[in-house]
C-alpha cells in the first residue's frame, strides 16, 4: 500500500478519511506486514478504483489495473440516444500542439488506459479535463467522454458541451465549453460555466475537430 500511496501522492490521514478507515490502521497495519483486514481492503477499493485487488492483499501483480471500473458518471444524453449496458472506453491524455485532431485521425495515439462505463450511448473517447472555466460543472482533472462529431455549424446541437480543437492566428486551443449561437456571421460563441471567464466568438471554419461531450466522471479526494 505504501508504493500506491507514493505513487498517488497520498497520505495516512487523506486515505484514512477518504475510506472510512480506523484511524491509526495503517501504521499498525505497516509494522505488521500491511495485513490491513478484509472489510478495509474491501472500503479502499471502492475509492481507489485503479488500485488492483490482487496486488493490493497479496502484493504481487501489477499495482494499477489495466482497466479502470467506473459505476458513476453525469451523463448529457438526448432523447434519442440509445445505451449500452457497457463499453469499455479508451482515455487519452491530450498533448499541447495536437488536441484533439491527433487522437481523431486515422492512426491515433495510445489511450492511457480504458473506462469500463456501462449505460451510455454509444461514444467514441475520454479525455482529461484542464482548467477551471467549466468549473463547477468540470473540475482541472475531470474526465469528459466524447462522441465525434460533425463540425459543420448546422450539425451543432446549440447549448450542448463540446470538446472542441480550434486555431486562431497560428495559435492553437483545445477546450470544453458550452457552444451557443453568436451575434456575429460565421462564428459560433463558446461559453464557460464558470462565470469568470467571458464568452468567445470564434470563426466556425477555425474548428478543427469537435466531439459532444456525452458523460463526465468527477473524483472528490482531499488535498
Do not use: C
Amino acid at each position: 500500500m505504501d508504493l500506491y500511496m507514493a505513487a498517488k501522492g497520498l497520505n495516512d490521514n487523506q486515505v484514512t478519511v477518504s475510506a472510512g478507515l480506523s484511524v491509526g490502521l495503517l501504521g499498525n497495519a505497516r509494522k505488521g506486514g500491511f495485513d490491513l483486514g478484509k472489510k478495509s481492503v474491501e472500503k479502499i477499493l471502492s475509492i481507489y478504483q485503479d488500485l488492483d485487488r490482487v496486488w493490493l492483499i497479496t502484493g504481487s501483480g501489477k499495482m494499477f489495473k489495466s482497466t479502470v471500473d467506473i459505476k458513476s458518471t453525469e451523463t448529457f444524453q438526448l432523447q434519442t440516444d440509445r445505451k449500452l449496458e457497457s463499453q469499455d472506453v479508451p482515455l487519452y491524455e491530450l498533448t499541447a500542439t495536437a488536441g484533439i485532431a491527433e487522437i481523431f485521425g486515422d492512426s491515433p495515439a495510445d489511450p492511457v488506459d480504458l473506462l469500463r462505463v456501462p449505460n451510455l450511448p454509444p461514444v467514441d473517447g475520454a479525455v482529461y479535463v484542464r482548467g477551471d472555466s467549466m468549473s463547477p460543472l468540470l473540475k482541472s482533472g475531470d474526465i469528459v467522454i466524447y462522441k465525434k462529431f460533425s463540425p459543420a455549424p448546422d450539425a451543432i446541437l446549440w447549448g450542448q458541451i463540446y470538446l472542441l480543437s480550434y486555431t486562431i492566428a497560428g495559435d492553437a486551443f483545445t477546450v470544453v465549453k458550452f457552444i451557443k449561437r453568436s451575434p456575429l456571421d460565421g462564428h459560433i460563441r463558446l461559453v464557460s460555466a464558470n462565470d469568470f471567464y467571458d464568452p468567445v466568438d470564434i470563426p466556425a471554419d477555425s474548428v478543427t475537430a469537435i466531439a459532444l461531450v456525452k458523460a463526465s466522471v468527477t473524483f472528490h479526494a482531499l488535498e
